[in-house]
Structures are given as C-alpha cells and as structure tokens.
C-alpha cells in the first residue's frame, strides 16, 4: 500500500554535505513515521535518524548528531537528511523505512525502499 523511493545519493569528498530523499506513495488511511538506515560494507544495517507524522518526535543515532538534520515535507510524504560533515564511516547504502509503530528499530518497520549509495571519500 505504501511505496518508498530514495534519490540523492552520490560521491562526496569529506567534510562535504548531501541531502539525500525519501518519496512516499500509494494510498493509506493511517499516519506513519518514516525515516533512514544505513548498511555499510560488511556491517549489519543500523538506525539513523527517525521523525514522526507530525513532525514533532526526532530520533537520531549519536555517531550523526549535530551533523544530520531530518525533515519532512509539508505534505508529510516526503523526508529528507540533510548529511553535514560527512566523514568516511558514514559510506553506506541508506535505505528510507516507514513504520505505523512508536519505536525505530529494523523489527519496526512497515515498508522499506530500495535504497541510495552514499560514498564519503577520505
């Protein structure tokens, strides 16, 4: 019922900034909140960052604090991160989640998109 699309990620140099996107689609009665997480290479996936419906509840992993910024739109379907100094731990495959839950883990999760590569470079 709901679909989620990624777009934004790329290459970038470290100490540099992406904003990456998430577009939500198909038709539902309910509000959910959505978010990011990350896979790097070799690694299990992990939580990024999380933001309800309305806006007003943030989660944020500590190792991106201070540095990412996640918004949604005023149409609440779409989220976007906005990536600042980025460091080269941060490269990871980040893949947009939406959940109907009240927690942001991985077993949380409703719908999952594809997902988009960030390569941070050293």
């Known amino acids: 019922q709901v679909q989620l699309v990624e777009s934004g990620g790329g290459l970038v140099q470290a100490g540099g900034s992406l904003r990456i996107s998430c577009a939500a689609s198909?038709?539902?009665?309910?509000?959910?909140?959505m978010g990011w997480f990350r896979q790097a290479p070799g690694k299990e996936r992990e939580s990024v960052a999380g933001?309800?419906?309305?806006?007003?509840?943030?989660y944020y992993t500590d190792s991106v604090k201070g540095r990412f910024t996640i918004s949604r739109d005023g149409a609440k379907n779409t989220v976007s991160l906005q990536m600042n100094t980025l460091k080269p731990e941060d490269t990871a495959v980040y893949y947009c989640?939406?959940?109907?839950?009240?927690?942001?883990?991985?077993?949380?999760?409703?719908?999952w998109g594809k997902g988009t590569l960030v390569t941070v470079s050293s």
């Open positions: 198909g038709r539902t009665l309910s509000t959910y909140a």
């Open positions: 933001i309800s419906w309305s806006g007003d509840k943030i």
């Open positions: 989640a939406a959940t109907y839950g009240k927690t942001w883990y991985i077993q949380d999760m409703n719908y």
